[in-house]
């Protein structure tokens, strides 16, 4: 199975700051790296599809690339209901897999 | 408005069964492949099974081979999780969610289902 590891798992910021997440795959994943934030009532959204693709309705303040093994997500200026958690997971292959999540909080 | 809505969880004993359904709307269901995604208290997503459109594919996480059953009627636009001979470690928030047809993402999410395994 292909890990995912993500990092921070934490991360404290500020309104209108720049936040990066980072996640790495243990095999090569050929940029099938997707996004998803998910709010404290459990809804869950996607952010970023195969690697920098925004989805429908996203605003173009999250962006996502890659440099060799670590895929990112950017968020280029906070808003007060960015603060939530993120998480990456790689659809190159079954079973598909998650990172362990990135809690974004107020600092 | 593509709409995801989950039910048939509940308290269960260990080793015992029970089965979940998710009921598609505003979309073509028998179009799309199908997922199964769950989170325990506290943790993270672990996703559990795919299906596809007409049910030829079918993949599960290790953790659940065996013992869980993804299936689907597209007549119904419903796809269901039969969950068997559950564990503790079985409890968590059962999310369905559409395949993309795209990509292999998971373009729209249901609010989930709790699922508790204790007896």
């Known amino acids: 199975d292909i890990q995912m590891t993500q990092s921070p798992s934490s991360l404290p910021a500020s309104l209108g700051e720049r936040v990066t997440i980072i996640c790495r795959a243990s095999?090569?994943?050929?940029?099938?790296l997707n996004w998803y934030q998910q709010k404290p009532d459990g809804t869950i959204k996607p952010l970023i599809y195969y690697t920098s693709n925004l989805q429908s309705g996203v605003p173009s303040s999250f962006s996502g690339s890659r440099s060799g093994t670590d895929y990112s997500l950017t968020i280029s200026s906070l808003e007060p209901e960015d603060f939530a958690m993120y998480y990456c997971q790689q659809d190159a292959s079954f079973p598909y897999t998650f990172g362990a999540g990135t809690k974004l909080e107020l600092k | 408005e593509v709409q995801l809505v989950e039910s048939g969880g509940g308290l269960v004993q260990p080793g015992r069964s029970l089965k979940l359904s998710c009921v598609a709307s505003?979309?073509?269901?028998?179009?799309?492949?199908m997922n199964w995604i769950r989170q325990a208290p506290g943790k993270g997503l672990e996703w559990v099974a795919y299906i596809s459109s007409g049910s030829s594919y079918i993949y599960y996480a290790e953790t659940v081979k065996g013992r869980f059953t993804i299936s689907r009627d597209n007549a119904k636009n419903t796809l269901y999780l039969q969950m068997t001979s559950l564990r503790s470690e079985d409890t968590a928030l059962y999310y369905c969610?559409?395949?993309?047809?795209?990509?292999?993402?998971?373009?729209?999410w249901g609010q989930g289902v709790m699922v508790t395994v204790s007896s």
């Open positions: 505003g979309f073509t269901f028998s179009n799309y492949g």
């Open positions: 095999q090569g994943i050929s940029n099938n």
């Open positions: 969610a559409r395949h993309s047809p795209r990509r292999g993402y998971f373009d729209y």
